[in-house]
């Protein structure tokens, strides 16, 4: 758990494990789309200039790192739900991860998650731009999302993150998953945490008896 001694991976490493991670190779089919898209586009299509096309991939960067951490606190920590299903499905979404952190199976937000997620951006690029807004957004979008994973995938395996904001970033993660489990919901930023009150100095914060089981027993079936 401890940052300084979880440095045995290289980041030739980590990006080779990564990459076979199933869903980053379909993330990396999106992304190689979008770039191929962006380039086929004709002048109709996209009419921005430059300095447009780069406010609408910052715009579609700053939705992710915006849904990052809003996800994560409002849905994925959400009151375990009544309901069989969609506790199952709860569970299925984040519960498992807390419960076996490194289980790679459990590690990245599933396909159908991203490709939901990917829908909205494209439809928040169409409302802020129009139709040529779409691709420069997604690509924003699809860049921070992949940031994201990788960051996430950084703080579960052996690596240890060059920059000191990495390691710092790594530390609240593992702060989230070992200490408590209602702070430090972003992954690669600390802003909205700050923003939220959710990014407290660790020695304020009381150890979680939930940090890595589920509050109610998970369906049996779903263990
Ligand atoms: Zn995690
Ligand atoms: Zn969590």
New binding site residues.
């Given amino acids: 758990m401890s940052v300084q001694h979880a440095g045995s991976w290289t980041v030739a490493t980590l990006l080779a494990r990564a990459s076979r991670l199933p869903e980053v190779r379909v993330w990396a089919l999106i992304l190689i789309g979008i770039v191929a898209s962006l380039v086929g586009a004709s002048d109709s299509v996209i009419d921005l200039s430059p300095w447009d096309f780069l406010s609408m991939a910052g715009a579609g960067a700053l939705l992710w790192f915006t849904l990052e951490v809003v996800l994560?606190r409002w849905l994925?920590?959400m009151p375990v739900p009544k309901g069989a299903r969609l506790r199952a499905l709860h569970y299925r979404l984040?519960w498992r991860?807390?419960e076996a952190p490194t289980d790679f199976t459990n590690l990245t937000v599933p396909l159908w998650g991203a490709l939901a997620l990917h829908l909205l951006a494209a439809a928040a690029g169409a409302a802020i731009g129009g139709p040529s807004g779409v691709l420069p957004t997604l690509l924003g979008f699809s860049l921070a999302f992949g940031a994201y994973e990788l960051a996430h995938f950084a703080a579960h395996v052996p690596y240890r993150p060059r920059t000191s904001w990495g390691r710092s970033m790594k530390r609240q993660h593992l702060w989230?998953?070992f200490k408590n489990?209602r702070y430090w919901?972003g992954v690669t930023h600390p802003l909205l945490d700050r923003l939220l009150g959710t990014a407290p100095p660790p020695s304020d914060v009381p150890r979680s008896s939930t940090a890595t089981e589920l509050e109610a027993p998970a369906p049996k079936d779903q263990r």
């Fill in positions: 994560h994925l920590h984040h991860h807390h989230h998953h489990e919901f």
